[in-house]
């Protein structure tokens, strides 16, 4: 769990999140470099996904929670998720979780 925490915080961060910044807060990052990271992370979960539905445990926990805004507004990066059904699949697994209440960007 704690490895998805740092996941979360770290490479979703340097990648995804940074992607996102350039768009949405004019940040002056290498948004080649962010892009290809944000990829690069992407792969990590999609290739993790693999023969499981969470990431951790059979069922949805603090990590896919932590990990899911970063997946989930990476489009707003201009990185699309469509190369990666299994990341695809948990998004929309999350969000038909009871109680899951959206936020803008992620409907």
Known sequence: MQQWLR?????????????????????????????????RVLRILDDHLKDRDWLECGRPT????AVFPYTGLVHEGKVDVA???????????IKSLPGYVSIEGLE
Do not use: C, T
């Open 7 to 39: 996941f979360a915080a770290n490479e979703m961060w340097h990648g995804p999140s940074k992607a996102r910044a350039v768009f949405r807060f004019d940040r002056d990052w290498d948004l080649e470099q962010v892009q290809g990271d944000s990829h």
């Open 62 to 65: 603090i990590a896919d929670l």
């Open 83 to 93: 190369g990666y059904p299994r990341v695809v699949a948990r998004l929309a697994r």
